[in-house]
């Protein structure tokens, strides 16, 4: 039996096109997960891992919808190998339980590892980059600026919140905060 597993890093990425991969490719039933794969416990992974018997492949999109790190790729394959279980990944091909085919597996995990491994510290030098500004803020941007908030705190001294949360759109515990976050910055 043909297993496929698809997985996205975040709820907001979307499944559709490794699973219209995984189905043709053959595969019959396919474990969908939403998480990040830097975490250690990925329970659809496992319960595909449990699933998989004697004969039955496993089908990924990508190596690295496989593996968080080269290690965890190679002990992974090792074990399914020790089950009598193939690893198709589509984007590498068959991964063979031969000499040759756990060298070439190998090189490619330790490369998407390295990959991944590069995207973690491009991000982080852009965050120290980024925090090195005036305006640096953690965290999701704001959804109003600060004209419109400072707009909206002057009607408060002559409305009240829900007036002004209706006129301006921005809620009450916004308007409380960034009232807060101005006279902490005026102490």
Same mark, same amino acid.
């Given at each position: ?75 992974? *394959? ?17 991964? =063979? ?51 419109? *908030? ?13 007036? *002004? =949360? ?14 807060? =976050? ?6």
């Amino acid at each position: 039996m043909r297993y496929g597993y698809a997985r996205v890093s975040t709820t907001a990425q979307d499944l559709k096109l490794q699973i219209q991969a995984l189905q043709a490719e053959g595969c019959e039933i396919i474990y969908k997960e939403k998480f990040t794969g830097t975490k250690t416990d990925r329970t659809e992974f496992n319960k595909v891992l449990e699933e998989l018997q004697e004969g039955d492949t496993l089908v990924v999109t990508k190596l690295d919808r496989f593996a968080r790190s080269a290690i965890e790729g190679i002990q992974t *394959v090792r074990a399914l190998f020790a089950r009598g279980v193939k690893v198709h990944i589509l984007n590498m091909g068959l991964v =063979e339980n031969s000499p040759t085919g756990r060298l070439i597996f190998n090189i490619l995990s330790s490369f998407a590892e390295f990959e991944r491994d590069m995207i973690v510290e491009r991000t982080q030098e852009g965050k120290a980059l980024a925090k090195q500004r005036d305006d640096f803020r953690e965290g999701r941007p704001r959804k109003h600026s600060n004209k419109q *908030v400072l707009h909206a705190l002057e009607l408060l001294k002559t409305h009240t919140y829900k007036e *002004v =949360e209706a006129m301006t759109g921005i809620k009450k515990r916004t308007l409380i905060n960034r009232k807060n =976050e101005l006279k902490s910055k005026q102490l």
